[in-house]
Every structure is written in structure tokens, then in C-alpha cells.
């Protein structure tokens, strides 16, 4: 193997002896310069302006008043009657999503997982959603599922006699919860199938053997193996959960009321519809030490991986 | 005694009727697209196909104007991401200085930075910097956002080159230039043009910085899109159309590249 690989070499190299190449050497250094500059730069200086903004008074629509105000804008934003509120519906939406797409996506993969007839066709139809832009879905289930009177359940429900249901106005927060779970329950289903194809079958075949049911099987067997994917995909999720805002844009525009106003939403209206930069930059604050509490678990986890991936 | 290989017939009725389920909306917009604008409203599956929306969509709006922004956007900053990218995951899969796990978990929490933290700021440098409503501003913002997964991803293939054949080149005196030309180029280029193919869908489909930096100028096909949820615009069929043309293609990269989605979208800790 190695000669033949060597053999594809140009002739004439084995003269030229291999420069030093240690761990660290300044080539090395070079090429990784250009990543971590350009990301420190991202990461440093919006966030170092982002805390600072918090501590002053800076109105786009009032220029003149300026200076330091402490914590005011701090205070200012946790008195608002929208801010609490708008955590907790950051919450119930990242709660339902979690909970639909990865219970859902573990249902699914599970029977994926067994050999049907078309399989790797249903499969492309299960992960598509989340290929679609978020504008897109948005907008589909706003206008062709959800609609009062033309959407596809508006039909239904007249199909079977029962009044329709108005989605978007009586029940907003389940329908951005709907629309943003079918977009990630695709995206729990595929790392979970993943991972579930690399389970040894031997295990399975034992545990058949000794006459356990698919639910035992299931419970002792796929269940763990699923963890470690299971609690990457929570992981993942919640970080972009955290951020949505198209799906909200599109749809409800953190309406009617304040009903589907998350934290994502509640800094964008005060920052760039209010122009209040001092307020909405405590949001952001706000925002980045929620986020950073979950990726040290994230971080911890990849950390123990990369270790392998080293030792390998 | 059953065939093992095969399922029970109900798994199979059962799966596809999940799959479908999922799929309808997906569907809906597809029909819809060819059908007219009176047709839109109902749901019936029994119409004429035409091709009526889609030459509107073309008329009425700049819609290739749109086209070429998300096209400008996406595949540029990919590439750009890249370029900065392959050297860096270069140097840390081969030469791993003593902090290269720190670095590599390091430039993975810069993805972990919510996107509305930085919000504000960044729409403030943006619009001093006059790259508000600029394609050059969202392709800088897309390249830095995907840094980490081309770095990530690009690692993780470089990782998976058996390292003794590289130990086997240098001891026979094989140059930098010549090791990454005749043997790291050809065992990873199938990882990296699939880290590109990645990067080209999530930033075809990034909807966060597109909608609160472009307007009209700049405005990718997400940003397009959205015009259509106010009131006034409210052509189903047409919507439709311009849908299914902004996900279409992206939908069968997707199809295409599912492998290394998993594996790009949680940082290998799962292939």
C-alpha cells in the first residue's frame, strides 16, 4: 500500500531530505493565523460593544443624550412588562421543539431503521424540510396549512363538520412551535438514524435470543446507544433555537399582542424598530450568557471526542 | 420463518405514511406553483398545470436579480471560507502544536455565540462601513458564521488520512508542496467538496443576517420571499413558484450531501 503510494510520487523527490517538521513550527502557525484572527476579530469586537452599549444611554432617534448609565438599561429592560414574558415563551418554544423533534425524530429513526419497502425514498421525503428556508416554511404554513379558510386544516375540519380554527391568532405560539419543529424534527430524525445504524446488530440478535421484546430491546439497548447523539442534537438545537427569528418574522411578527415575542425578537423590535441600542444591547448580554450556558456542555462533550480523534 | 431482511408489512405502510405526512407542505407548494391564481385556493389535486406563475414571478419581480445575490452569496462565502479554512485544519491535523484542541474548541464557541448577541453592533459597523444593503456585507458575514464548520469539517477529514502514508512520503523526502498535491488533495477532496456542499445550503438558507442587513439591494431569495407575507401580497400560486424555485435546487443538494450534514452539523461528534 505505502509503495504503491509512493510510487505515484514524481521521481527524483528521494533526494531532497525532509525538512524538520515539528509540532508548532512557524509554517504551521502561518496557515492557522488567518482563522483565528478573522474569528477572534467576530467574536471580540461585537461582543466588547455589545457590553458596551449596555452601559450607556444610546438612542439612534435621540443622539444628543449620551453618558453612562450604570445598569439602568439593565434595570430598564427587566422591569419591561414584555421581558419576562418573552423568556418564557423563549422557553416554551425551545422546550416544545426540543421535545417534538427529538422524541419524534427517535420514533421516526427508529422505524427507519427497520427494512421497508422504498425505504431510502421515504427517507429524502422525511429529511427535506430541513433543506427549506426558513422564509419559505414560514410562509407555507402560515398561507397553505394554517390559513382560516383556504389552509389545508381550515379543509379538513369543514370536511368533517367542526368549525376551523383560526391558527396564527388563537393558538400563535403553537403554530410557530409547529412550523419551527418541522423543520428540525428532520434534522433530530437523520443523527439520530445515523447513529442508530452504527449499533452493533450482534447486541440485538443476543438480547432476541434471550427473548427480550422489541421494548425491552428498545429501552436497554437503542435508548442508550442514543444517548450521546440525543444529547448532541438537544445541544445543537438549543443554540440555534435561541436565535430564531424568520420563522417569527414571516409569520407572526411576535404577535398578535406580544404572544409570540421570544428574546430573539423582543432586542431586534427595540434595537432596530426602536432604535433603543443601549436596551436591546443588555438583550443581547442577556442572550449571550443564556447561549454560553449550554455550550459549556456542548464544548465539554466535543472536548472528550477530540481526544479521540488526537490518541487515534 | 420470515425473511429477516424484510419488515412486516405494516412498517412499511407505516413509514411511508409518515414520510408523506412530513412532506405534505412541501407538497402543497409544489402543486400550487402550477396552478392559476384562482386554483391556488382550493386544494384540489384535479387542475390544468401551468406555467402561468412562474413567467409572472420573472416578470413582475427582479427575480434573478434575487437569484444572483443568493448565488453571489452563498457560493462565495463558501469559498472564501474555504480558503481560510483548509490551511488552518492543515496545521492542526498535521502539525498539532500543544494548543491545538484548545483552538479547535475555541473557534467552535464562536458558532455558539447567538446570532442576536451581536445584532446590534454589527448592524451599526455595517452601516457605517456602508455594507448595509450590500452583497459584500453578507458575504463577509456568511464567510465568518461558517469559519468554524469548514475549519471543523475540513479537520476532521485531513484526521481520517492514514497518517504512516504521509510518515512514508516524508521519509522518502516528499516536499510539503508535493505531499499536499499528490496525496492529501486526492484522499480528502471528496470530504471537502462535501464541506462545501454543506456550507453552499446553510448559507443559501440563512435567514437571520439576510433579513436585518438587506433590503432591496442585496436581498437574497430568503429576504425575496419574505416580502411576500404581508397582506397585500398575498398571490399563493405565485408565492408558490418563486418557492419552489428558491428551495428546489438546494433541496437536492441536500439529498445529495446527508451524510456529511450529520456529520458537519455536530462537529463529528456523530458520522
Known amino acids: 500500500m505505502t509503495q504503491h503510494v509512493l510510487d505515484a510520487l514524481p521521481a527524483g523527490t528521494s533526494a531532497t531530505p525532509a525538512p524538520a517538521r515539528r509540532a508548532g513550527n512557524p ?41 453612562f448609565v450604570g445598569l439602568d438599561n439593565y434595570k430598564y429592560l427587566l422591569e419591561d412588562p414584555t421581558f419576562w414574558p418573552s423568556i418564557g415563551h423563549t422557553l416554551v418554544l425551545i422546550g416544545s421543539v426540543l421535545a417534538i423533534s427529538v422524541i419524534g425524530g427517535t420514533l ?29 416554511s414560514a ?13 389545508l386544516w381550515a379543509g379538513i375540519f369543514r370536511h368533517l363538520g367542526l368549525q376551523p380554527i383560526d391558527w396564527l391568532a388563537d393558538y400563535p405560539m403553537w403554530s410557530v412551535i409547529v412550523m419551527v419543529a418541522w423543520q428540525w424534527l428532520p434534522f433530530a430524525f437523520l443523527i439520530l438514524l445515523t447513529s442508530l445504524q452504527s449499533l452493533d446488530t450482534e447486541q440485538k440478535e443476543a438480547a432476541q435470543l434471550d427473548g427480550a421484546g422489541p421494548v425491552r430491546i428498545f429501552v436497554y439497548i437503542t435508548l442508550p446507544h442514543l444517548s450521546r447523539a440525543i444529547a448532541v442534537v438537544i445541544m445543537i438545537e438549543t443554540i440555534f433555537l435561541l436565535s430564531i427569528f424568520a420563522e417569527i418574522f414571516t409569520s407572526t ?11 430573539t425578537w423582543l432586542i431586534y423590535s427595540i434595537g432596530l424598530q426602536q432604535f433603543d441600542i443601549g436596551i436591546a444591547s443588555a438583550g443581547g ?18 472536548a472528550k471526542n477530540l481526544k479521540g480523534e488526537y490518541d487515534k | 420463518m420470515n425473511d429477516p431482511m424484510k419488515a412486516p408489512i405494516w412498517v412499511g405502510v407505516l413509514g411511508w405514511a409518515v414520510a408523506l405526512v412530513i412532506f405534505m ?62 490551511p488552518a485544519a492543515y496545521s492542526l491535523a498535521f502539525f498539532p502544536g500543544p494548543r491545538a484542541q484548545k ?68 521519509i522518502d523526502g516528499a516536499s510539503a508542496w508535493q505531499e499536499m498535491l499528490h496525496l492529501l488533495l486526492p484522499t480528502s477532496l471528496p470530504g471537502l467538496a462535501s464541506t462545501a456542499l454543506l456550507l453552499v445550503i446553510l448559507s443559501w438558507n440563512e435567514a437571520f443576517w439576510s433579513l436585518n442587513l438587506s433590503s432591496s439591494n ?28 428558491a428551495v428546489a435546487p438546494i433541496l437536492c443538494l441536500g439529498w445529495i450531501a446527508q451524510k456529511q450534514l450529520v456529520r458537519g452539523m455536530t462537529f463529528g461528534a456523530v458520522k
Open chain 2, 103 to 170: 483552538t479547535l474548541l475555541w473557534m467552535l464557541s464562536t458558532k455558539m455565540m447567538p446570532a442576536v448577541g451581536v445584532l446590534i453592533p454589527i448592524y451599526l459597523l455595517a452601516k457605517s462601513a456602508g455594507l448595509l444593503d450590500s452583497v459584500t456585507g453578507l458575504l463577509i458575514i456568511y464567510t465568518l458564521i461558517n469559519l468554524p464548520i469548514a475549519v471543523w469539517m475540513a479537520f476532521t477529514y485531513f484526521n481520517e488520512v492514514p497518517k504512516e502514508i504521509l510518515e512514508a512520503a516524508r
Open chain 1, 253 to 263: 411578527a411576535g404577535g398578535p399582542g406580544t404572544e409570540t415575542t421570544t428574546l
Open chain 1, 139 to 151: 410562509l407555507i404554513w402560515k398561507n397553505m396549512v394554517l390559513h382560516p379558510v383556504y389552509g
Open chain 1, 27 to 67: 509554517l504551521a502557525k502561518l496557515l492557522l493565523t488567518p482563522s483565528v484572527a478573522v474569528l477572534f476579530l467576530w467574536m471580540i469586537v461585537p461582543l466588547a460593544m455589545t457590553l458596551y452599549f449596555s452601559f450607556i444611554r444610546y438612542n439612534l432617534l435621540n443622539p444628543d443624550q449620551t453618558g
Open chain 2, 25 to 86: 407542505p412541501i407538497f402543497i407548494i409544489a402543486i400550487t406553483a402550477f396552478k392559476t391564481e384562482q386554483d391556488a385556493y382550493t386544494l384540489s389535486l384535479f387542475f390544468t398545470p401551468t406555467l402561468q406563475s412562474f413567467h409572472e414571478v420573472f416578470e413582475r419581480s427582479h427575480y434573478l436579480a434575487f437569484v444572483t445575490n443568493s448565488v453571489i452569496v452563498s457560493f462565495g462565502s463558501t469559498f472564501l471560507s474555504l480558503a481560510i479554512a483548509i
Open chain 2, 218 to 245: 442585496a436581498a437574497p431569495l430568503t429576504v425575496f420571499i419574505a416580502s411576500y407575507s404581508n397582506p397585500e401580497g398575498l398571490f399563493w400560486a405565485k408565492l408558490s413558484a418563486a418557492s419552489l424555485l
Open chain 1, 285 to 302: 448580554v442577556i442572550a449571550v450568557v443564556l447561549a454560553n450556558i449550554v455550550s459549556i456542555f456542548l464544548v465539554r462533550m466535543l
Open chain 1, 108 to 136: 421516526v429513526a427508529v422505524l427507519f431503521d427497520q427494512p421497508f419497502a422504498g425505504r431510502g425514498i421515504a427517507r429524502l421525503l422525511v429529511i427535506a424540510p430541513f433543506f427549506v428556508m426558513p422564509t419559505v
